[in-house]
């Protein structure tokens, strides 16, 4: 496997704390210096589960953008950063690239993807949805397929984006904040 898998426990910087998940750049797939930040069982119960994540999202400063599931593709996003936040049943994804690593997702987990980092569906439940969300100024993001991008002008395009100032699970002073700096 081509992927540099670390997880470190976070300090608690907020209600709930994240995995870290780092995968390297693998020459097709940049993934990112910042760290996948795995949030597992998010309390979505007061409301519909997708409604509950759009409003976490939206009050934390990543507003909301679609519905839906993941590509069967190996694909990333240079000109944004990507929560997913599952809102009705189970998946296995591959992050970090074509020979990424296996993350089995269920409802109420979130990933807080950098810009970059390789994302695929393996699998899913017929009931799986997830709510997608970007920074405010991330909102034009873009589809990058390792077979038909540039990944010199991908890595260009990532190392120019700005990191957001909010978390979308735990805000200001969230996991993101602490953990994706330069």
Not at 100 to 122: E, W, Y
Not at 145 to 167: G, K, N, V
């Amino acid at each position: 496997m081509n992927d540099t898998h670390r997880n470190a426990t976070a300090p608690n910087v907020a209600d709930e704390t994240p995995e870290r998940l780092f995968f390297d750049d693998d020459g097709r797939t940049p993934n990112s210096a910042y760290p996948v930040l795995r949030y597992r069982g998010i309390d979505t119960h007061h409301a519909s589960p997708a409604e509950a994540l759009e409003q976490r999202f939206a009050r934390n400063g990543w507003p909301p953008q679609w519905r839906g599931g993941v590509f069967d593709y190996h694909h990333y996003h240079s000109r944004a950063h990507e929560t997913l936040g599952v809102a009705g049943g189970t998946a296995t994804l591959v992050l970090g690239g074509e020979n990424g690593r296996d993350i089995d997702i269920r409802a109420g987990d979130v990933l807080v993807l950098p810009a970059g980092t390789g994302h695929c569906r393996r699998r899913a439940s017929d009931d799986f949805l997830l709510v997608a969300a970007y920074p405010p100024d991330q909102q034009d993001w873009d589809l990058c397929r390792p077979e038909d991008t540039d990944i010199a002008t991908a890595r260009a395009t990532i190392a120019a984006l700005a990191r957001p100032d909010s978390d979308p699970v735990g805000g200001p002073n969230g996991a993101l904040t602490a953990y994706w700096h330069d």
